[in-house]
């Protein structure tokens, strides 16, 4: 089966061809730059930079990889979470293609497509397993228990640790976003230099919250700057930060695939291409078996958005032209893959 996936959830412009497994092509234009004056993603601008590259993209890819449009079996295209101007553009743009070529289309849960984006590197991954969810505006932990059946066992009650990243790294007069640069100087200072607190870190819930951590590092940088230090110990500070996130993030899904009696636990979102967090996962590698997903599919990518759009398709599913955008879709109690 050959599927066509389509992402403009948030800043990542990107459409991609994927047969069974196999990635064809994924090509993806990242916004950051646009934005990063801004300090943020500015919806309408993302939209329309969407409206911009997403024809462009298209023909790039029919022309690299000599696909013609009537060999697909089905378009696959991000519903939500997300913006719904940028949402609404790649439906559209979708819908468009589905009409004039006489296709089905599915629309895809975002959060369900980074889940997916590990069967691009993983075929043998089977259910049960715990998925790790960590991106810009989630912090998740899921259970998925067979194909299909993906159920929420626990979340950020406030930032997600994408958020807190962007404003840590804000404090720290860091660049955007925050994550890759919180990551970046982190390698340069010691994590144990400061010691900032791990909240709900042994709470019974696999919930998480990362505000006061935020709120942890702002006092401790007023205090540096009170003693009358010269020049804030940036490097030391992030890594901390970095550190105490990670410490809860880990412990949390481990205890969650204990608790769950799997041994399985799956990586997903921006902020699995972490690289200290890609590092700790040693520490518990001997108990827990971890599949990570390549840098390529972290961030934003059609690729996983296909990949999750051909379980449906061979459902036999098609939303079809009625298909609509829905921005705050993760506001559920379960996820089923395309609900």
């Not at 066509?4 to 990242?30: H, Q, W």
């Not at 439906?91 to 590990?118: E, Q």
């Not at 976003?177 to 607190?197: C, Q, S, T």
């Not at 696999?206 to 951590?213: A, I, N, Q, T, V």
Request: hydrophobic share 45%; glycine share 8%.
């Amino acid at each position: 089966m050959i599927v066509l996936g389509i992402e403009t959830s948030c800043d990542e412009t990107s459409i991609a061809l994927v047969e069974d497994n196999k990635v064809i092509a994924n090509l993806v234009y990242s916004q950051i730059l646009t934005h990063k004056k801004f300090g943020g993603v500015v919806p309408e601008i993302a939209a329309r930079e969407h409206l911009k590259k997403l024809p462009a993209l298209f023909n790039q890819l029919l022309s690299e990889t000599q696909v013609d449009i009537s060999q697909i079996d089905g378009i696959a295209v991000t519903k939500g979470p997300g913006l719904i101007g940028a949402l609404l553009v790649g439906v559209s743009f979708a819908k468009g293609l589905a009409l004039r070529y006489n296709k089905k289309l599915v629309g895809v849960n975002h959060i369900v497509g980074h889940v997916y984006a590990n069967y691009l590197a993983y075929s043998e991954l089977k259910p049960p397993y715990i998925v790790l969810m960590v991106s810009g505006g989630h912090t998740l932990i899921l259970k998925v228990e067979r194909e299909g059946n993906i159920r929420l066992i626990g979340r950020s009650v406030d930032d997600a640790v994408g958020e807190a990243f962007d404003k840590i790294a804000r404090l720290l007069n860091l660049g955007y976003p925050g994550g890759p640069e919180i990551d970046r100087v982190a390698k340069l200072g010691n994590p144990k230099a400061f010691h900032f607190p791990r909240p709900k870190m042994y709470d019974a819930d696999y919930d998480f919250s990362f505000s006061g951590l935020k709120t942890a590092v702002l006092y401790e940088i007023e205090k540096l700057k009170k003693s009358g230090i010269s020049e804030l110990p940036t490097n030391d500070l992030a890594a901390s930060a970095q550190e105490a996130m990670i410490d809860v993030l880990l412990y949390k899904v481990t205890k969650a695939a204990k608790d769950n009696n799997v041994d399985k636990i799956v990586l997903a979102g921006g902020v699995a291409a972490n690289s200290r967090l890609r590092e700790k996962l040693n520490e518990f590698a001997s108990e827990i078996e971890f599949y990570i997903p390549p840098l390529e599919f972290c961030s934003d990518n059609a690729a996983m958005i296909a990949r999750a759009g051909m379980e449906l398709l061979k459902k036999g599913i098609d939303d079809g032209l009625m298909l609509e955008p829905v921005p705050n879709l993760f506001e559920m109690n379960e996820i089923i893959v395309g609900s």
